[in-house]
Nanobody, 114 residues
Framework: VEFVESGGGLVQAGESLRLSCVVS????????LAWFCRGVGEERDMVAN???????YYIDSAKGRFTASRDNAKKTIYLQMNSLKPENTGLYFC?????????WGQGTEVTVTA
């Protein structure tokens, strides 16, 4: 299993980023996938997940600002992040959910300045 995240960057508060994660070794048509964030000095926490048929779940702080989507044919999931806040700064990963493969990728770094 492999996850390759991209799309992070340095932005100012209020701006947007779109993260992508290319997945291999997983049957996309049946697997829920999730986005996780590891903030500075924090644990890696789930931010959003998306089922194989596109149903989504978000943590409270992401609701209304983040949108998860997926393209099973491209074996890719996305996280559109709008109205970014400094507290969204961290390293973002994608993984299988709720049972991660533990083949974590390198992540993509998001830095939001005030």
């Amino acid at each position: 299993v492999e996850f390759v995240e991209s799309g992070g960057g340095l932005v100012q508060a209020g701006e947007s980023l779109r993260l992508s994660c290319v997945v291999s070794g997983i049957i996309m048509e049946i697997q829920t996938l999730a986005w996780f964030c590891r903030g500075v000095g924090e644990e890696r926490d789930m931010v959003a997940n998306i089922t194989a048929d596109g149903r989504t779940y978000y943590i409270d702080s992401a609701k209304g600002r983040f949108t998860a989507s997926r393209d099973n044919a491209k074996k890719t999931i996305y996280l559109q992040m709008n109205s970014l806040k400094p507290e969204n700064t961290g390293l973002y990963f994608c993984e299988a959910y709720p049972w991660p493969s533990n083949d974590w990728g390198q992540g993509t770094e998001v830095t939001v300045t005030a």
